[in-house]
């Protein structure tokens, strides 16, 4: 039985939950009980612990506190959807425990489990049960029992596989929503997914041959800047070819080249030689072989000027944090042409394509905050599965990031139309933050599976009307759905209705939708646009 893991371990630790993750992506995804096509859980979970892989393939023999800190800072960066940025939290509080650490043993790995919960609970505002929170609350406690019988990882990780089964079991009686649905949650899933692959990794059964360890894979491509140009001992990348006009020995010449320098290559016929040295005298080597026969071709390349302006293009390249020009700027997540033409003219600085099924991680949200030439950037996810992921920016960029916790496009257009680029940042964080409450969100997509919702028998490809986060309908009518919302708008007394029509909507269809609400709310005023969002035909504000 395994006592202790080192870097090395946990690394291929990480890999392989990684591995296992992606293999069952789609099962933990058709866990969502809500039958919407943004079934994320599984791919969010799997792109978020990818780039802590992709990092530790990368990573040079880390020792164990390292390549916890590598998988942490890549998870945290990479994390996206909520059941991302809560595993990248898990393995943050793991990162901390683990910090100055060369090897783990039971003892410490439950205390580095309980180090994690600790992280994910913290961050969630209101923690609900029968989900991964309570499943690796769970495991946790129950690592921190099996420690103190036996110190070994392996047994304490085992302990802990077995009580997040159990834990994973217990959700669906724990939550009201998929009890209905008879599943468990998705993320709980993607956890116990997680701990088993650790495991297998822990006793050699994972899929990380060891004749290619991890630290040993091959990089895509060069990187110039991580090494000095002062490390280059040759300046000069000498080439040339000359003809064999005598019978001197080549290897004469071989041995002379190699007293100059290295990366000496020189194969020969009975018409030539060819001939590859790094040295600091080029003219000594083209000297000595002349007197072999005449050159047929000669290039010198200075290996130092080559260096320098390999790094300096890589670094041009590199992102840059743009300089304040002003005091306030917005980012805004939104998919669709349209909808990213509404945004622009309402005075968005920079627009993350993004949202149902295609959640930004973490990284992409920063790399648009840093292009903002302000101090302050106020972020509109204007997607609930979103918020979390922009809410850790904050902490990775020299900017001040304020969150307005959008949860839907119509909120983020309408915190938009609040906002005041001379105002505070305190004045638009309060209107901004008013305004999304002052929104009704209606939205109408299909169903992705067949699901038994909320008192609503739903077949596989039914539209589905949403009202604010609540089902409001479903029907292979799309019409049907249209007239109900916009009685339920009627009855409410709306003013103002905008209705943005999905790339799958023709404008015939649109001016269809649009015409149904003008006709069942003559006191409205009602615009249509063009928002080109994919998988949902109709995003419908009222106010």
């Not at 903002?372 to 950037?377: D, G, S």
Request: charged letters at 25%.
């Amino acid at each position: 039985m395994i006592k202790t893991i080192d870097g090395d371990l946990f690394a291929r630790m990480v890999i392989h939950g990684s591995a296992c993750i992606d293999l069952r992506k789609q099962e933990i995804n058709e866990l969502n009980v809500f039958p919407v096509p943004d079934g994320d859980t599984g791919t969010n979970m799997s792109m978020t612990i990818n780039a802590a892989a992709a990092d530790l393939r990368k990573a040079e023999d880390p020792d164990l506190s390292t390549a916890a800190k590598v998988a942490a800072s890549a998870m945290l960066r990479g994390a996206r959807g909520n059941s991302g940025v809560i595993l990248s939290l898990l393995f943050r509080g793991i990162s901390k425990r683990l910090k100055g650490e060369t090897d783990c043993d039971g003892v410490l790995w439950a205390q580095a489990l309980q180090e994690g919960v600790d992280a994910a609970y913290k961050a969630v505002m209101k923690p609900a049960e029968g989900t991964i929170l309570t499943v690796s609350r769970l495991a946790a406690a129950k690592a921190s029992e099996a420690a103190r019988e036996n110190n070994h990882i392996e047994f304490v990780q085992e302990a802990a596989l077995a009580e997040a089964k159990i834990a994973l079991a217990d959700t669906v009686n724990q939550n009201p929503v998929l009890k209905k649905a008879g599943v468990v949650d998705a993320g709980g899933k993607g956890w116990v997914v997680a701990l088993e692959a650790m495991l297998s990794a822990l006793r050699g059964e994972d899929i990380v041959s060891p004749e290619a360890p991890v630290q040993t894979q091959v990089k895509d491509s060069a990187d110039f800047s991580d090494f000095n140009t002062e490390d280059i001992t040759f300046s000069y990348c000498t080439e040339f070819i000359v003809s064999r006009e005598n019978d001197r020995d080549p290897e004469e010449l071989r041995a002379f080249l190699s007293t100059l320098g290295d990366s000496l290559v020189l194969v020969d016929d009975d018409e030539i030689i060819k001939v590859h040295v790094h040295t600091n005298d080029p003219g000594a080597a083209l000297h000595e072989a002349v007197s072999y026969g005449a050159f047929v071709t000669v290039k010198i390349e200075n290996m130092r000027l080559q260096h320098t302006e390999k790094v300096m293009t890589e670094a041009e390249k590199a992102p840059k944090i743009a300089e304040p020009e002003k005091a306030i700027g917005v980012v805004s997540v939104c998919a669709g042409e349209g909808l990213a033409d509404v945004f622009t003219n309402l005075g968005v600085d920079a627009i993350i394509s993004g949202g149902q099924t295609m959640n930004p991680s973490t990284q992409d949200i920063l790399e648009a905050v840093n292009t903002v030439p302000a101090e302050t950037v106020f972020v509109l996810p204007n997607n609930k599965n979103i918020i979390m992921a922009a809410e850790l920016v904050d902490a990775l960029t020299p900017k001040n990031v304020v969150v307005i916790p959008s949860k839907t496009v119509p909120q983020g257009v309408t915190a938009m139309l609040s906002f005041n680029a001379e105002g505070t940042v305190e004045e638009n964080t309060e209107a901004l933050t008013e305004a999304l409450a002052t929104v009704d969100t209606m939205q109408i997509t299909y169903a992705a599976r067949n699901s038994d919702f909320d008192g609503y028998s739903i077949h596989e490809g039914d539209y589905l009307a949403l009202y604010g986060s609540a089902l409001f309908g479903t029907s292979q009518d799309i019409r049907v759905l249209l007239k109900s919302l916009a009685e339920k708008v009627r009855d409410e007394g709306k003013e103002y209705i905008t209705i943005y029509y999905g790339a799958d909507v023709t404008e015939k269809h649109a001016q269809k939708a649009a015409d149904i609400f003008a006709d069942i709310c003559p006191e409205a005023d009602v615009n249509l646009l063009s928002g080109g969002q994919p998988v949902y035909y109709y995003l419908i504000s009222a106010e």
